[in-house]
């Protein structure tokens, strides 16, 4: 019989324990006690002088975009406090700190921009899961089923817009990356 070989898998390697590492099994106590991530730990002063070092404001009534990390698309902050860390979507993040993300809420993006943390009804709300589906029907876009191709798109655009502002708010780069074809400094109707 032949030998199947996986060079990612050689249980020989794996047995082996490597230098320092504590193989005492974690308890839910001591993940408790330790606490290095919190989905609710909130905004410090520092995260949020950080979040607006990164945000770059369209004039008039435009987008204010996001220039820090993307992931999936859309804009990432990450903060720490007292060895304790949370990431969140940025523009969740700015309704936090704007005071209207209640428990079990979600942002909804109004002007299609999905690096915008403009807390605005033109631009940013905050919505329920239900509500955000009838406006994305509404709008056209199913917001059902999200094919990896649609996902590896907004995260290319997403970088794109990112790369085009972060040196500062530019109308023309703005437009070439977004295609946002709307007039920049009018948030579409819908
Ligand atoms: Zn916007």
Redesign the pocket.
Known sequence: MPTITDPHHDPGVADIPLPGMDFEPLSHTSVRRSRPYDPTLPPTRAAIAAFWSRVVK?PAG????WTGAVSDGYGRISWRSAGVSRTEYAHRFALVIAGELDHGAIGE?????PL???V?P???IASTQSANLLYAVACGRTGIIRSLAERHDRQARSLAVRDAVSDGWDPVAYARASGNAAPLDT?PLF
Do not use: K, M, T
């Open positions: 369209a435009g987008c204010w975009i993006h109004r002007c299609n921009e915008c943390v403009r605005d033109g631009h940013l948030p």
